[in-house]
């Protein structure tokens, strides 16, 4: 299985970094030697997470895989990760040196890990200024007479590269990369396939969401039915953009998977993050005709499989975790036996609240599916998965509070903290909030109305308008979800403004760094487009989509907007 990183920013980077360690993990319990129990025990008490004498080479554990999903896993001797960076960060020798490999900083305790797999896609500009070349290439050869038939190659292939690439084109069984990755649709398939060229397993984009197409044009032609995506990102509206832009054909899409991290991440270099702040990373599956009318959600892991106590006093695990620090939050669950064991036999049968992987049809179309959603729930940064409805409210809310406090940071320049307890900030934010919740009511009733017209019909659309609504308690009448009421959505980005007081937020680090575009669109612009659909007055954030992108012309100093 091959998983493909495109965007690999300080959350992408992490992802990346978390799914490498735990593949090296997984690698190691498969090495001989003692029995696999034994085995087991030996690799999570030399990981034990110890803080060391200097600050280098600690070793975060990624293993805490609760068998429920250790059983989906492919094979890790077959398993790689690789990343997809611009060219234009790294220099050629830069390049060689740190692209195949990620350090992460966590509490002053720097780690690294290696061995990726590195894709270079040109920039734009790279792309441009490479026809340029060629052009002038060519010009010189047809002035000379000389290459005029030839076919053009990379000046630095090798015979032995060039017959390395013919035995990969030609061959019958698929051919791992060098870190022994192979891929996994290549596999279900049959068919021959060039690593670097090969169909993508599973991709995960972490790039700005006003990035991804560009980003996503270079490999989509490698993008097949089978692959997953998962997108995380802030903002709302890319899902819908690559339906319409690359993926108009339902049941030529890929599979998809929305999620959205708190964790707080920083980017101190090309590939080396600090860990700032643990959070938590959700993620639901975009429902899909493949997964038939039961749909991915029906079942349920049986309460033994997992690892959580589901009441009762605090496990040891999770008293530990709470008080832990640093890496040492990630340590594994050596006790996590202890939590199953405590359970009452009955129980253990008994459906948990959380989503199984037994959901997802065994069949070619999603097996990629399975194994990413197994991947993820792998990885020791709070995962969850949830129902695709409650991870669309989570969204909804995450969007509003991203409106309120990303384009107010970034006009006035200051901390998420600064924003609260000012009357004018909070006066704004006010008003970002009554404009969205207008619109997502007015959603609600519009889809009411037309479903009382026509009956509604099993939607494979990512998002429904229904999952907005819930039956009042008292009249039994349909209602806007109460989360989503703009007082609801006020106390809500107060609450997060208050959390994250001491962070610069990510439209304000946009500005800051110059990077020439922000996410306003997918933001502010997105609830304004919501509002224009369904003739909802939207000034507010109309506005402050305009101002941002007049400060990005001004820190920029392009007209681009
Ligand atoms: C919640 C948030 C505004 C906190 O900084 C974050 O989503 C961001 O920076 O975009």
Known sequence: MRYHVLGVGSIGSLI?????????????????????????????????????????????????????????????????????????????????????????????????????????????????????????????????????????????????????????????????????????????????????????????????????????????????????????????????????????????RPNFVLASTTHGCWKKGPLDVVHASMGTLHFGIVPSARAGSIGFESSRVPLGQTLTMPQGPMSRRRRAAKNARGWDRFSPDADAQDAVTELNPQDAEAPSKMLSLSGIPDQPSLRTLRTTVAALLSLPLQVEWETIRDFQLRSLRKLVINACINPLTALADCKNGDLFGNPAAMDAMWTVCLEAGMVLEAQVREHLASSQASPRQTASAALSAEDLILRSTETGEPMLHPSLTPQALYQEVQRVARLTAANWSSMHSDLKNKRGSTEIDYINGYISALGRGYNIDTTANDLLTNLIKLKTTRATGTNRL
């Open 16 to 252: 990346a970094f978390h799914l490498k360690r735990s593949i090296k993990l997984q690698r190691k319990l498969l090495q001989p030697g003692p029995s696999s129990k034994s085995r087991r025990e030996l690799l999570l008490s030399n990981l034990s997470n110890k803080r060391p004498a200097s600050n280098q080479g600690s070793i975060v554990s990624s293993l805490s895989l609760p068998p429920y999903v250790q059983s989906e896993l492919p094979d890790p001797l077959q398993s790689s990760v690789t990343l997809h960076m611009r060219r234009r960060p790294f220099g050629r020798a830069a390049k060689q040196r740190f692209a195949n490999s990620i350090i992460l900083e966590q509490d002053g305790v720097r780690d690294i890990e290696g061995g990726f797999q590195t894709d270079f896609t040109a920039s734009a500009a790279d792309i441009t200024a490479s026809i340029v070349r060629d052009n002038r290439l060519q010009e010189d050869e047809d002035d000379t007479g000389a290459g005029r038939f030839t076919i053009s190659r990379g000046t630095n292939s090798s015979s032995s590269e060039d017959a390395a690439l013919r035995e990969q084109t030609t061959s019958r069984t698929p051919v791992p990369d060098h870190d022994g990755g192979v891929s996994l649709i290549s596999t279900l398939e049959g068919v021959h396939s060039q690593p670097r060229a090969g169909p993508i397993d599973s991709l995960i984009i972490t790039t700005k969401c006003d990035s991804t197409l560009s980003a996503l044009e270079a490999i989509r032609h490698r993008l097949h039915p089978w692959s997953t995506i998962v997108l995380l990102q802030n903002g709302m509206g890319v899902l819908e953009m690559l339906f319409d832009r690359f993926f108009k054909d339902a049941d030529q």
